[in-house]
């Protein structure tokens, strides 16, 4: 479950974020406020399942805050710290939706048990719903078979902007031209194989489950949910055209985040979902959905159970879905770098078509149709054929050169393999940029309060995908990494005769009792005692 705490007050908020043991006990603070107006703004980019905040705060009160939030959320938890010890305003913040009153100064314990009951509460309300939720009748209706199959026809580039008019009002949709779109893809993870629940033929039920849970959560977040022809539910976003790009993303991260969470507590499995790079017109839409459908595909590379958005890849082109099934499982095989299924389908294809040739035309024939095949699967990813294939590009330049079966075919695993190994060097590339800048933001602003959201948020992804990212490519999570960082500048700082406070302030602490007791703990003397 996530939490944002809301407080005015620096230390006690400090306190409450630092001190109490939040993610052993399943809980992650995503996100800390100073004022009303500060956590209304936060709640639309974070999207927490729990709220613990103030009443008396600058701008806006807690019990005007919790009345807004309960707007825009039915199922957010919230809980008010107070020093009002008064029954009528105890009763006013339950009227308001608040599930619990703590009065200061509460004890860490007593807070903590307070936010678990009420995730445990939130975790129960899911699980009634889920449980009313009828699935088969909502598979039979006819009307959302006919919107489906709209939308999958449009995520293809199927429809002229005048057809997508027409179809759209006589399915009941009403697609607005004037706004500005996005698209997220999710699907449920592969199964493991002890999983004792559900069987392999379990999926398509899984995945219509995801679907209607994605309907529900995310019906006031302005959006169509459906099904692409792979039973992937694909999500799209319609945001004002006035609304900039960058918020727009932050948002849809943030949504698809607390979606897979709550498909975790609902369904008890674990989802994965692909982001568009960016919004589009209504006719952008099958080029939003490639970008989504490439990230989904990136979970290979980045694990189960995570939010991906689509980085740096060149947009390519959408290309045209092939008709020949072994042609589209080598490809979907070489784009997922799976080396074992693409030279199974090279294989099948190869039994096709070259084994077959018994004259010198028919294997000039099929010469021409793998060197057309293998180039248009490398310029769908948006890169130079001879980049890819190095020494052997002479072979595309005159496939001639090659003269018997056995040296084609062996030019053909060198090219997927080949294939494969640039793509993982690609993404590895992309990963090493987005990690490059997290490490300069890092130095060049040590002196500040860095934490993952706050550059999650900078760099338009969400949090959860830049934590993977980083451990991944660093070794360390991100928060060890920024208190490893902070702890070397300030035993330097000390060592070259700065005073304690100046040492604080040069890596961001504005409270020095706090800098000592952390400086302490991971030092194992106090700053004082370094300088000596």
């Not at 020093?83 to 903590?112: C, R, T, W």
């Not at 943030?254 to 499995?269: D, G, N, R, T």
């Not at 035309?361 to 054929?385: C, D, P």
Request: glycine share 6%; hydrophobic share 40%.
């Amino acid at each position: 479950m996530n939490l944002m705490i809301v407080e005015d007050e620096v230390r006690l908020r400090n306190s409450l974020v630092n001190n109490i043991p939040w993610e052993e006990n399943g809980i992650e603070v995503i996100a800390q406020a100073a004022s009303g107006a500060e956590a209304l703004y936060l709640f639309e980019r974070k999207k927490p399942d729990i709220v613990l905040l103030d009443v008396q705060m600058p701008e806006m009160d807690g019990l005007t805050l919790a009345q807004k939030l309960r707007e825009k959320d039915a199922f957010i938890k919230m809980i008010i710290l107070s020093g009002h010890d008064n029954f009528g305003f105890a009763q006013l913040a339950m009227e308001a939706g608040v599930s619990n009153y703590l009065l200061k100064p509460a004890g860490d314990e007593e807070i903590l048990a307070t936010v678990l009951s009420a995730a445990e509460s939130l975790r129960q309300e899911l699980d009634r719903w889920h449980s009313q939720a009828e699935l088969q009748e909502k598979w039979s209706e006819h009307l959302p078979q006919l919107q489906t199959t709209f939308f999958q026809n449009l995520i293809s580039g199927k429809y002229d902007l005048w057809e997508i008019r027409k179809i759209s009002r006589d399915y009941l949709l009403n697609l607005d031209e004037t706004m500005q779109y996005t698209v997220a893809l999710a699907d449920v993870d592969p199964l493991s194989l002890d999983e004792p629940r559900y069987k392999s033929g379990d999926m398509p039920l899984l995945r219509f489950s995801l679907q209607c849970v994605a309907r529900e959560f995310l019906q006031n977040h302005g959006c169509w949910v459906f099904t692409d022809s792979n039973g992937f539910t694909l999500i799209l976003f319609a945001m004002p055209s006035g609304e900039r790009a960058n918020d727009v993303m932050l948002r849809v991260n943030a949504a698809i985040v607390k979606l897979l969470s709550q498909v975790k507590e609902c369904l008890k499995i674990t989802c994965s979902a692909g982001i568009s790079g960016g919004t589009g017109s209504l006719d952008e839409v099958s080029k939003l959905y490639s970008q989504a459908y490439q990230a989904l595909q990136d979970r290979i590379v980045y694990g189960s159970d995570i939010a991906i958005p689509y980085q740096d890849k060149p947009a390519g082109s959408t290309g045209v879905p092939l008709s020949n099934n072994s042609e589209k499982t080598l490809e979907i095989a070489l784009e997922t770098s799976d080396e074992s299924k693409a030279l199974e389908a090279l294989a099948e294809l190869w039994s096709q078509g070259m084994e077959q040739s018994g004259t010198v035309a028919e294997m000039h024939e099929g010469l021409m149709y793998w060197s057309s095949l293998i180039i248009r699967i490398i310029h769908k990813q948006g890169w130079r054929v001879q980049d890819v294939v190095r020494e052997d590009y002479i072979y595309y330049q005159d496939v001639t050169k090659l003269t018997t079966k056995q040296q084609i075919h062996s030019w053909l695993e060198r090219t997927v393999r080949k294939f494969i190994a640039y793509m993982q060097e690609q993404r590895k590339t992309t990963s090493h940029q987005v990690v490059k800048t997290i490490l300069s933001i890092v130095e060049a602003e040590i002196d500040s309060d860095i934490t993952l959201h706050s550059v999650a948020d900078r760099l338009y992804v969400n949090s959860s995908y830049l934590s993977r990212l980083f451990k991944q490519e660093t070794g360390v999570a991100f928060s060890a990494y920024v208190l490893d960082r902070k702890m070397d500048r300030a035993k330097s700082a000390l060592l070259d005769g700065a005073k304690v406070y100046d040492a604080a302030r040069i890596v961001g602490y504005r409270d020095v009792s706090y800098f000592t007791k952390v400086f302490r703990k991971y030092w194992g003397v106090t700053p004082g005692e370094m300088k000596h």
